[in-house]
């Protein structure tokens, strides 16, 4: 099975986790921790707990906010002790969804795609509307 493991600062993982539910339903197989400024566990030990509780045959995905922040480092030094594990930094709504819905083992090919699509998505859309128009308008020309 798929495991998808959401890390990062404050709320934002929390929040993603109830997004992607709001869409799909409740998913046994969806996580959310985060560092915090009260925390009683770290985000790094909070990852090995939820590790350690996976089935050897899981497939695990964690997604970090900011690449070469707390988060994203803290679970790089998990590779040593899982290296398995696949390490995203990037985590949007649109990627999430992605590996939320694909089942089974996931090829270097087949992320890499995933993650292209999840890119695309972040979008300046008032220039692309700006574009849009102004074209129209050298056409209506």
Not at 71 to 91: E, H
Not at 99 to 107: E, F, Q, R
Not at 109 to 136: D, K, P, W, Y
């Amino acid at each position: 099975m798929n495991k998808i493991i959401l890390a990062s600062h404050g709320g934002m993982s929390a929040g993603v986790k109830d997004t992607i539910q709001m869409v799909l339903g409740d998913l046994p197989n969806l996580y959310a921790i985060a560092t915090t400024r009260d925390e009683t566990e770290s985000v790094a030990e909070a990852a090995r707990r939820l590790l350690d509780s996976f089935d050897a045959s899981d497939n695990v995905y964690i997604l970090t906010d900011v690449l070469g922040g707390s988060v994203n480092n803290d679970m790089m030094t998990l590779l040593g002790d899982y290296p398995d594990l696949v390490i995203i930094c990037g985590m949007n709504l649109s990627l999430v969804l992605a590996l939320a819905l694909t089942n089974g083992p996931i090829s270097s090919e087949e992320l890499n795609g995933l993650i292209g699509q999840a890119r695309e998505q972040i979008v300046n859309c008032t220039e692309m509307l700006r574009s849009a128009a102004q074209e129209e308008e050298e056409d209506i020309l």
